[in-house]
């Protein structure tokens, strides 16, 4: 794992991965029109959702784009539920016939 200082805090990447479920959220459309590369995304934990309790949902200027995948998610689920700060960085943003890809980096910070 690399660890980068940005803004004055010790970053400790944990992953990349491709945003799950944006074509169900209704903003998306919307936000993709201003969302860029370095975007720095909310991440929300969303343990009643009932279909994965270990949810982190993404937001872009508080409107739902989706979320961490249900795979790459129980690390960090458990990383937040501790306390520890996540910071969620778009990477790459396109539309692939009418779906939204919008790869994200998620790091620790320290």
């Known amino acids: 794992m690399a660890a980068c200082s940005t803004a ?19 903003d998306a459309e919307w936000v993709a029109q201003f969302m860029e590369t370095g975007w720095e995304l909310t ?10 309790d270990r949810a ?7 409107n739902h784009v989706g979320w961490i995948p249900r795979a790459d998610n129980p690390v960090i689920s458990r990383l937040m539920d ?3 700060q996540m910071v969620c960085r ?13 790869t994200v980096r998620v790091s620790m910070v320290e």
């Open 8 to 26: 004055g805090r010790n970053e400790v990447f944990l992953l990349e991965t491709v945003v799950a479920g944006t074509t169900h959220c209704p």
């Open 90 to 102: 778009v990477h790459g943003i396109e539309w692939v016939g009418g779906w939204l890809k919008v």
């Open 56 to 62: 982190i949902a993404l937001l872009a200027s508080g």
């Open 43 to 52: 991440m929300q934990r969303d343990p009643a959702n009932p279909y994965d």
């Open 82 to 84: 501790a306390g520890k």
